[in-house]
Nanobody, 127 residues
Framework: QVQVVESGGGLVQAGGSLRLSCAASGLTVRGYAMGWFRQAPGKERELVAAISWSGGSTGYADSAKGRFTISRDNAKNTLSLQMNSLKPEDTAVYYC????????????????????WGQGTQVTVSS
């Protein structure tokens, strides 16, 4: 049984930082790409950042470039998102997702590409 569990959300002032973590368990395949998405009220779920199975290739939404950093530790089956210089418009529920993929250098940008999702963690940035 596959489980994807996020943690680390919370309330922070604009300009502050948060670090989100994601733990994936039950994945018996050799490799999987991962990503962080977010969904604000009344909006569609959107990509924040994604990373390949090897960790060697990453992609970011324009809104995240220069402020957020995605990383993974395959030995621990964990994914992280370091978020700096947070803005009120970053307020959303943040989701971790995993896609079965043995391609070590491909990350995936689309919601429909992913196979497993966490329940989400709320990030609120006050002005």
């Amino acid at each position: 049984q596959v489980q994807v569990v996020e943690s680390g959300g919370g309330l922070v002032q604009a300009g502050g930082s948060l670090r989100l973590s994601c733990a994936a368990s039950g994945l018996t395949v050799r490799g999987y790409a991962m990503g962080w998405f977010r969904q604000a009220p009344g909006k569609e779920r959107e990509l924040v950042a994604a990373i390949s199975w090897s960790g060697g290739s990453t992609g970011y939404a324009d809104s995240a470039k220069g402020r957020f950093t995605i990383s993974r530790d395959n030995a621990k089956n964990t994914l992280s998102l370091q978020m700096n210089s947070l803005k009120p418009e970053d307020t959303a529920v943040y989701y971790c997702a995993a896609k079965i993929s043995e391609n070590g250098n491909t990350w995936y940008a689309y919601v429909a590409s992913y196979d497993y999702w966490g329940q989400g963690t709320q990030v609120t940035v006050s002005s």
